[in-house]
């Protein structure tokens, strides 16, 4: 369970992004607490991806102060990634090669043995039959749909027990089992403590669980 004295385990003050003379984030501001689920909605090309990779250390901001578990992206980008489970709207995942050599090479990178990841419990599930892959192991990533790869994706975003997880558009090719398998794995996490930031074009009444929403629009949160 995540326990600490932070205030906010999120912090984004006036967060700026431009891509040319486009404005995709305008001194947007945002906290988010322990345990605190925040869905994030937003049309197509509002920010939404930006703001993850931002918020991920994959790139950079071009004004603003981000803090992830009380740490600067800024002063330690690296601290910060291994702070946050990022799971892409397509996840980062090797097409050739199977769901086996996936988590093991993402385990590697966490200093993790794939015993591990095989025996890793998430409340008092194992994590690989939760989301339903514990069969699909020997499988090849460029064969799976696209929920499968989003589940595997979900895996390798769990495997190192960040404290702060990040969705983009994640109910995206999953089927009813599959988003109930991870609305499950959201009520898990935020009861762990874990803060949870999504990002999606989903039926908010889909999340039958309690949040703070709020919409992207012209580079601001509107509550």
Request: hydrophobic residues 40%; negative net charge; proline residues 3%.
């Amino acid at each position: 369970m995540v326990t600490n004295d932070l205030k906010y385990m999120i912090s984004l003050n006036g967060l700026s992004k431009s891509y040319g003379k486009n404005n995709v984030l305008n001194e947007l501001d945002l906290k988010v607490v322990e345990g605190e689920l925040v869905i994030i909605s937003g049309s197509n090309g509002s920010g939404k991806t930006t703001l993850h990779l931002i918020m991920s250390s994959l790139i950079s901001a071009d004004r603003g102060d981000i803090e992830i578990s009380g740490v600067s992206a800024r002063d330690n980008p690296e601290q910060v990634r291994s702070n946050v489970g990022y799971v892409a709207h397509d996840p980062f995942l090797y097409p050739s090669l199977t769901v086996r050599e996936n988590l093991n090479f993402f385990s590697k990178i966490h200093n993790l043995s794939f015993g591990h990841i095989l025996n890793l419990t998430y409340g008092d599930n194992n994590l690989l039959e939760l989301l339903g892959i514990s069969d699909k192991l020997d499988a090849t990533v460029n064969i799976l749909s696209h929920g499968y790869k989003k589940r595997v994706g979900i895996a390798c975003s769990l495997m190192h027990n960040p404290s702060v997880l990040l969705f983009d558009e994640p109910e995206t090719g999953l089927d009813l089992e599959g988003f109930k398998s991870f609305v499950e794995i959201l009520n898990l996490s935020t009861q762990m403590g874990k803060s949870v930031l999504i990002t999606t074009h989903a039926d908010l009444a889909k999340f039958k669980m309690g949040y703070t929403h709020y919409h992207l629009e012209r580079g601001q949160l509107i509550p």
